[in-house]
């Protein structure tokens, strides 16, 4: 049975889905040439074990998701996805800006004037999408 039609891999597909739309999708696409294990890898573990967990809903995750990377400051391409994937679910632009506004405070100035300035493009993107209905 090959790993793509496993439970695990297959909950995770779908939960990166509900999440991330099809930006997920790419960046698993973008490593199968290099990295078919890892891709695999961050279907199963983040997404079909961790954020498949009933702990916390997703607005949850995806607001502790933006706090961490933004206070790691190295993982804007990460936050850029994970800050759409906080819009996808629910999160509103406000409670973004007050969460890097926050980690002023725990990761400095610097973090999360860089969060900021990621916020800014993908809000951009997002205001410059046509609405779907």
Known sequence: MSPE?????LQGLAKLREIDGHAGERVVA???DIAPDFARYLIEFPFGDIYSR?????????IAVIAALTALGNATPQLKV?????????????EIVEVLMQMAVYAGFPA???GLAAAREVFAVADAQPETA
């Open 112 to 114: 999360a004037l860089n």
């Open 5 to 9: 039609t496993q439970p695990r891999y």
């Open 54 to 62: 009933p702990g916390l809903d997703l607005r949850s995750r995806e």
């Open 30 to 32: 973008s490593l199968a």
């Open 82 to 94: 994970h800050l759409q994937a906080a819009l996808n679910v629910g999160v509103t632009r406000e």
